[in-house]
């Protein structure tokens, strides 16, 4: 090989080797480029995913929330149809429960401190009239809170008259502070019957 062509040959890779190093260092700048945050644009700057996470996550939009899904909540309920066969079971339980009242007042009035079978009888029937109003309560409460609350006072008024007919059972007659009692309850659960009677006209 000449001279010549040694001199060609040097100047070849040096051309090579520089144009190399030119396109190797573009690259990186260019890298560097596309990895580099946009410039901020005129104004306030935007809320990073963290923070508008963190302003989500506040109190007071936690609450506001809340208070959206409570409001949804009670629309729905309010615009639930109200099932008919919890409605009809539990005017059914009030209205048993009212007769087995009124049967073991009557047998305490007639048989005063001698209770017989009959009015043993009774008592217990006043008995498993509140597991049936109470079971009866619970199942309707879940769809009408109305009817529930009057279902939920019929039963209460139910056991308060079986602890009073707990002195009939043991052989106590009927004295006047108990009588205004066994009046009281008789209103409650007249009460009871007239709400369910109003909701199924």
Do not use: C, K
């Not at 009670?74 to 639930?80: E, I, P, W």
């Not at 079971?89 to 073991?104: I, N, P, Q």
């Not at 498993?128 to 109305?146: F, G, I, N």
């Not at 043991?170 to 209103?187: Q, V």
């Amino acid at each position: 090989m000449t001279a010549e062509q040694l001199v060609v040959l040097a100047l070849l890779v040096a051309a090579f080797a520089a144009g190399w190093i030119a396109r190797g260092g573009g690259g990186e700048r260019d890298e560097e480029e596309d990895q580099a945050p946009p410039a901020p644009p005129d104004g306030p700057a935007p809320r990073s995913a963290p923070a508008a996470r963190s302003a989500a996550a506040s109190p007071r939009g936690t609450a506001a929330s809340a208070r959206g899904a409570a409001a949804s909540l009670r629309r729905a309920a309010a615009s639930a149809p109200r099932a008919p066969g919890l409605v009809a079971d539990a005017a059914r339980a009030v209205a048993l429960a009212s007769a087995a009242y009124e049967t073991a007042v009557d047998r305490w009035l007639d048989e005063r401190d001698a209770i017989t079978p009959a009015g043993r009888a009774a008592v217990g029937e006043v008995e498993r009239a509140v597991q049936r109003l109470d079971h009866a309560a619970a199942r309707l409460d879940e769809v009408d809170e109305t009817l529930g609350d009057a279902a939920y006072d019929a039963l209460e008024a139910l056991r308060d008259a079986a602890r009073h007919l707990d002195a009939f059972r043991n052989g106590s007659a009927l004295d006047a502070a108990t009588s205004r009692e066994l009046d009281r309850i008789e209103d409650e659960l007249a009460r009871a019957r007239g709400a369910f009677e109003a909701a199924q006209t």
